[in-house]
T-cell receptor, first 113, second 114 residues
Framework: EAGVTQSPTHLIKTRGQQATLRCSPI?????VYWYQQALGLGLQFLLW???????NRGNFPPRFSGRQFPNYSSELNVNALELEDSALYLC????????????FGPGTRLTVT | QQQVKQSPQSLIVQKGGISIINCAYE??????FPWYQQFPGKGPALLIA?????SEKKEGRFTISFNKSAKQFSLHIMDSQPGDSATYFC?????????????FGKGTHLIIQP
């Protein structure tokens, strides 16, 4: 069974630009979570999508947004990039209501210059 | 506000020894406590998880001990092997992680010396 996949692996952007990151959950999982893993800050919850709806977001500004598609894949958009947005962005999926377990993908390394 | 405090930050253990990583939490609404293992360049992998209705859970060489009154939980790795060298994260959540996502500790960099 394929795990969570993310693309691209690496992304280099300039300050002020927009970045789009993509995630495909484990087959059958309907929930997708996004986390930011920045150096020195650890893993921080960004967003939760379930059944196509944004269900909750962490303590991040509105320029972090996303969506979930009918096939449950998800996209994270980061607008007006700042240098401190440089981090590993991780996507996780789960089957809410059946299991608490979140399974992570390999992440997208975003570098803002 | 750091809701999950993890210690130590780094740990060196001899092969065959017991590795112990501790976490403490503040939010009494947390009801799910997973541990993740992360290798360089990879995403975190779920190792083992516990809910507050049990005090201990064991899976192979990995054991979680949970103390609800002290609001603490720990990971024990028995017979530690060089392949266990990785960064370990404890985490906690309410409502199965959906409502507020997982709250992670800062991580423990574990090195198992041959």
């Amino acid at each position: 069974e394929a795990g969570v996949t993310q693309s691209p692996t690496h992304l280099i952007k300039t300050r002020g630009q927009q970045a789009t990151l993509r995630c495909s959950p484990i087959s059958g999982h309907t929930s997708v979570y996004w986390y930011q893993q920045a150096l020195g800050l650890g893993l921080q919850f960004l967003l939760w999508y379930d059944e196509g709806e944004e269900r909750n977001r962490g303590n991040f500004p509105p320029r972090f947004s996303g969506r979930q598609f009918p096939n449950y894949s998800s996209e994270l958009n980061v607008n007006a990039l700042e240098l401190e947005d440089s981090a590993l962005y991780l996507c996780a999926s789960s089957l809410v209501g059946v299991s608490y377990e979140q399974y992570f993908g390999p992440g997208t390394r975003l570098t803002v210059t | 506000q750091q809701q999950v405090k993890q210690s130590p930050q780094s740990l060196i253990v001899q092969k065959g020894g017991i590795s112990i990583i501790n976490c403490a939490y503040e939010n009494t609404a947390f009801d799910y406590f997973p541990w993740y293992q992360q290798f360089p360049g990879k995403g975190p992998a779920l190792l083992i998880a516990i809910r507050p209705d049990v005090s201990e859970k064991k899976e192979g060489r990995f054991t979680i001990s949970f103390n609800k009154s002290a609001k603490q939980f720990s990971l024990h790795i028995m017979d530690s092997q060089p392949g266990d060298s990785a960064t370990y994260f404890c985490a906690a959540s309410t409502s199965g992680g959906g409502a507020d996502g997982l709250t992670f500790g800062k991580g423990t960099h574990l090195i198992i010396q041959p």
